[in-house]
Protein backbone atom coordinates (compact mmCIF):
# COMPACT_ATOMS: atom_id res chain seq x y z
CA UNK A 1 0.00 0.00 0.00
CA UNK A 2 2.71 2.48 1.05
CA UNK A 3 4.49 2.02 -2.83
CA UNK A 4 1.31 2.73 -4.36
CA UNK A 5 0.57 6.03 -2.36
CA UNK A 6 4.25 6.73 -3.09
CA UNK A 7 4.05 6.44 -6.76
CA UNK A 8 0.70 8.28 -6.87
CA UNK A 9 2.69 11.21 -5.00
CA UNK A 10 5.63 11.30 -7.24
CA UNK A 11 3.17 11.54 -10.20
CA UNK A 12 1.41 14.01 -8.44
CA UNK A 13 4.66 15.93 -8.37
CA UNK A 14 5.68 15.60 -11.73
CA UNK A 15 2.33 17.01 -12.93
CA UNK A 16 2.63 19.90 -10.86
CA UNK A 17 6.34 20.90 -11.74
CA UNK A 18 5.52 20.07 -15.76
CA UNK A 19 2.72 22.07 -15.58
CA UNK A 20 4.84 24.88 -14.03
CA UNK A 21 7.21 24.23 -16.55
CA UNK A 22 4.99 24.61 -19.27
CA UNK A 23 3.35 27.75 -18.20
CA UNK A 24 6.07 29.66 -17.67
CA UNK A 25 6.76 28.62 -21.15
CA UNK A 26 3.71 30.14 -22.57
CA UNK A 27 4.33 33.22 -20.41
CA UNK A 28 7.51 33.96 -21.49
CA UNK A 29 6.44 35.34 -25.01
CA UNK A 30 4.11 38.39 -25.19
CA UNK A 31 1.92 38.33 -28.49
CA UNK A 32 3.15 42.00 -29.84
CA UNK A 33 2.93 42.38 -34.04
CA UNK A 34 4.90 45.15 -33.32
CA UNK A 35 8.28 43.36 -32.11
CA UNK A 36 7.91 42.43 -35.65
CA UNK A 37 9.04 45.91 -36.84
CA UNK A 38 12.96 44.75 -37.91
CA UNK A 39 11.43 42.16 -40.45
CA UNK A 40 9.43 44.97 -42.13
CA UNK A 41 11.95 46.41 -45.00
CA UNK A 42 13.15 42.81 -45.20
CA UNK A 43 9.40 41.56 -46.16
CA UNK A 44 8.11 44.24 -48.13
CA UNK A 45 11.05 44.51 -50.61
CA UNK A 46 14.22 41.85 -51.59
CA UNK A 47 16.60 43.13 -48.52
CA UNK A 48 18.17 40.12 -46.69
CA UNK A 49 16.88 40.20 -42.97
CA UNK A 50 18.83 41.64 -40.49
CA UNK A 51 20.03 39.67 -37.26
CA UNK A 52 17.56 41.36 -35.30
CA UNK A 53 14.63 40.90 -37.44
CA UNK A 54 15.13 36.97 -37.31
CA UNK A 55 15.97 37.37 -33.37
CA UNK A 56 12.29 38.84 -33.31
CA UNK A 57 10.91 36.30 -35.85
CA UNK A 58 11.89 33.42 -33.75
CA UNK A 59 10.93 35.01 -30.42
CA UNK A 60 7.06 35.36 -31.91
CA UNK A 61 7.18 31.95 -33.72
CA UNK A 62 4.16 31.28 -30.89
CA UNK A 63 2.20 34.22 -31.71
CA UNK A 64 2.73 33.77 -35.76
CA UNK A 65 -0.70 32.22 -36.13
CA UNK A 66 -2.26 34.71 -34.56
CA UNK A 67 -0.99 36.90 -36.17
CA UNK A 68 -2.55 35.27 -39.23
CA UNK A 69 -5.80 35.10 -38.15
CA UNK A 70 -5.89 39.21 -38.02
CA UNK A 71 -7.30 40.67 -41.37
CA UNK A 72 -4.81 43.54 -40.58
CA UNK A 73 -1.51 41.67 -40.17
CA UNK A 74 -2.93 38.61 -42.68
CA UNK A 75 -1.51 40.52 -46.13
CA UNK A 76 1.95 40.92 -44.21
CA UNK A 77 2.12 37.53 -42.53
CA UNK A 78 1.07 35.56 -45.40
CA UNK A 79 3.22 37.25 -47.94
CA UNK A 80 5.66 35.95 -49.98
CA UNK A 81 7.93 38.42 -48.50
CA UNK A 82 7.21 36.79 -45.09
CA UNK A 83 7.88 33.35 -46.63
CA UNK A 84 11.01 34.14 -48.28
CA UNK A 85 11.88 35.91 -44.32
CA UNK A 86 11.14 32.78 -42.54
CA UNK A 87 13.41 30.89 -44.83
CA UNK A 88 16.10 33.24 -44.70
CA UNK A 89 16.45 32.84 -41.18
CA UNK A 90 15.49 29.44 -40.94
CA UNK A 91 12.54 29.35 -38.80
CA UNK A 92 9.52 27.11 -40.36
CA UNK A 93 6.51 29.20 -41.78
CA UNK A 94 4.10 27.88 -39.75
CA UNK A 95 0.81 25.94 -40.44
CA UNK A 96 -2.17 27.04 -38.84
Known amino acids: MN ?3 AIICCVVIFVVIAG ?10 SCN ?3 LS ?3 S ?3 SSSKPSATCCAKLKEQRP ?7 NPNLQKFIKSSG ?7 CR ?3 PKC
Request: charged residues 20%; aromatic residues 6%.
Open 20 to 29: DQIEVARGAV
Open 38 to 40: PCA
Open 63 to 69: CLCQYMR
Open 82 to 88: AKKVASS
Open 3 to 5: TKI
Open 33 to 35: PLQ
Open 42 to 44: AIT
Open 91 to 93: IPY
